[in-house]
């Protein structure tokens, strides 16, 4: 899971944010001069404690919380060895608690946390030149380094930007199945893709419940793939090579008409009889005693 951006990507901040911001701090300000109040009090989400104003749970927050998850990073990053982990893993909990009320009080000094989101996610981020295109060829080029070093058997590409439809196809050429996520319709990733899902369909989850469909046809595909039968006489050869030599020596033997009288006593005796009489007892008795 990878993720590719400019500097100018995680400084830019969206209207929408910059818009919900503004109607904040205007909020704010009326609290504070007591024009209006909120209904339900402001809870801080790390002790519990209960506010009338936005701005006096955001204080709190600055004066005691974000000090002490400072004080934590502090010693974890001082620390060395065991003592390292013991300390990771007495505050994983509280520093996880601390970033999930953060992420609603705290305001992103730089951007709106894009790169801070992508990492809570899960994705690696990698910051590259603010040339045009950078980051497009900067992803394209890791998708082919892990295409050419087979590490994964699907691609998802989050992307609307037709320029990756050269990588879906040399990635389905590759045998790996491809989805792409965009607020596109009908895009030209969505197109080339096996399948393709929009923001909306994520959100509601849509996706979700087809995405079991989709995989199980992906793999009855591959079943169906593994029982065709195509003709390798490479294959055959090596299967059935001892039937071929065994052929080769039996056209090598020579048979000819000669015997030692044998031969015809014992197929006389086996035509002795009809083929439909069934011996008796006494009958095998007596050629037993012969």
């Known amino acids: 899971m ?5 500097q100018h990507s ?6 929408a944010v910059r818009e919900q911001r503004r109607e904040r701090k205007l909020l704010n300000q009326l609290e504070n001069k007591g024009v209006i109040k909120s209904i339900d009090p402001y809870v801080c989400k790390v002790c519990g404690r209960r506010f009338y104003t ?5 204080n709190h927050f600055k004066q005691i ?4 998850h400072q004080k934590r990073v502090n010693q974890i990053e001082s620390a060395r060895g065991s003592r390292r982990v013991k300390l990771v893993g007495k505050y ?26 992508l990492k809570r996610a899960g994705f690696w981020v990698g910051t590259v030149s603010n040339r045009p295109q950078a980051a497009d060829f900067a992803l394209r080029d890791h998708i082919v380094d892990v295409m050419d070093k087979r590490k994964a058997e699907c691609l998802m590409l989050v992307s609307d ?6 990588v879906l196809k040399e990635a389905k050429l590759r045998c790996l199945k491809t989805v792409v996520v965009g607020d596109a319709d009908d895009g030209a ?43 390798d006489p490479e294959v055959e050869r090596k299967f059935y090579g001892s039937e071929d030599m065994f052929d080769e020596e039996s056209e090598d033997l020579d048979f000819d008409g000669s015997d030692d009288g044998n031969s ?20 095998a008795d007596s050629s037993k005693s012969q």
């Not at 930007?161 to 050269?166: L, P, Q």
């Open 189 to 231: 990733l969505k197109r080339v893709a096996d399948a393709g899902f929009s923001w909306t369909e994520i959100l509601k989850g849509k996706a979700k419940k087809e995405a079991v469909s989709v995989v199980g046809k992906w793999k009855d595909r591959d079943i169906l793939k593994k029982l065709e039968w195509t003709y």
């Open 161 to 166: 930007d037709s320029d990756f439809v050269g």
């Open 2 to 6: 990878v993720a590719y951006a400019n």
């Open 54 to 58: 936005n701005e006096k749970l955001v």
């Open 65 to 68: 919380h974000e000090r002490e």
């Open 264 to 283: 015809s006593d014992y197929m006389h005796k086996e035509d002795s009889g009809a083929w439909w009489e069934l011996d008796t007892d006494s009958d």
């Open 92 to 117: 994983s909990m509280k520093m996880e608690k601390y970033k999930n009320a953060a992420r609603e009080v705290l305001t992103p000094k730089v951007g709106y946390g894009l790169a801070d989101e």
């Open 10 to 15: 995680f400084s830019h901040v969206p209207k």
